[in-house]
């Protein structure tokens, strides 16, 4: 079987979110592969070519029960746990790497207003990229649809290559050897989710990352930004803050931006550092269950290579 593509509004990178002909946005819609099989080196090659060139792939009418999805994310690399490493606790799943996107809680019933399950749905409607904050970090993530609400929780996926193309050359000249410090509960502290011990802030050191990172596949920049980013090496926070919020408003302009809308049987598979998404608003009472498996960079940016490992505590 052979992979066929078929970019999303007949342009190259994607279609926009407001179906912008021409827009520079991620994302192909893919078949001809059935991934609840293993694959075969040459189908991992060229989901991973295709991955490269639109950082988005969608599958349609692909169910994968938890099985065929670890062994489908085993085929691309490592399996990343993510925020696991802090919080644990009672899982839905037979596999730790499988991470819960739904508002279901562990027994199995949809999750009251104030359960730390909706915090986490709130939280993924802020733009970001996978495990952005660890070292290593996310590269595909691959979210399978189970049950979807009739309205709402769609994701949306912004390009981080197209994003640095746009910068003006001032702007390009400016971030060019900065580092930002990515926190795994600088968002959470953001929306008030603060209830969390000592030893869960420190679980998961910051990370520092370059704001600019030439895939060493593709070759292509990217503007490396989200909302884990809370500090700037050699800026006060102030002033960081300020610039990293001015470029993920650039890097999220509607141009830039593929909305997926969700049907069950859904398989999409994103670039975390290509890419920053985010879920969008549905009704927290109704079921919404997606299952999602991560695996780890494995080959780093030449950026990412000269940036040392170890940070100061932050948030």
């Not at 050699?234 to 049907?263: K, P, S």
């Not at 030449?302 to 170890?310: G, I, N, P, R, S």
Request: aromatic share 8%; charged share 25%.
């Amino acid at each position: 079987m052979t992979l066929q593509l078929k970019p999303f509004a007949g342009n190259e990178g994607g279609q926009s979110a407001e179906g912008v002909a021409g827009a520079a946005a991620p994302g192909a819609e893919a078949s001809g592969i059935d991934i609840g099989r293993p694959l075969s080196p040459e189908q991992v090659k060229a989901i991973e070519n295709a991955m490269d060139r639109y950082a988005v792939l969608v599958f349609r009418n692909q169910p994968l029960d938890q099985d065929q999805q670890i062994r489908l994310a085993q085929s691309f690399g490592p399996l990343d746990l993510g925020l696991r490493k802090v919080k644990g606790g009672p899982h839905r799943f037979k596999y730790a790497e499988l991470a819960d996107i739904s508002n279901v809680t562990a027994d199995g019933e949809v999750a009251a207003r104030q359960h730390a399950k909706i915090v986490g749905n709130v939280a993924n409607q802020l733009w970001h990229s996978d495990s952005s904050f660890q070292r290593p970090r996310a590269k595909y993530s691959m979210l399978s649809a189970v049950v979807v609400p009739p309205e709402g929780g769609e994701t949306e996926f912004a390009d981080l290559r197209s994003a640095y193309d746009a910068l003006p050359p001032w702007r390009k000249r400016q971030v060019a050897d900065l580092t930002a410090v990515h926190y795994a509960l600088h968002s959470r502290f953001l929306l008030g989710d603060t209830n969390y011990t000592e030893e869960q802030r420190k679980a998961i050191p910051p990370a520092r990352w370059p704001l600019v990172q030439t895939d060493p596949r593709s070759g292509r920049k990217s503007l490396y930004v989200g909302i884990h980013a809370c500090e700037i090496d050699g800026m006060t926070i102030a002033e960081g803050r300020m610039l990293l919020m001015d470029l993920l408003e650039h890097a999220t302009q509607r141009q830039f931006v593929y909305q997926h809308r969700w049907q069950p049987g859904d398989l999409v598979i994103w670039d975390n550092t290509a890419t920053v998404h985010r879920g969008r608003y549905y009704d927290f009472s109704l079921r919404r269950e997606l299952r999602r498996a991560t695996t780890e960079e494995v080959g780093l940016s030449a950026e990412a290579l000269a940036v040392a490992v170890d940070v100061g505590g932050a948030g």
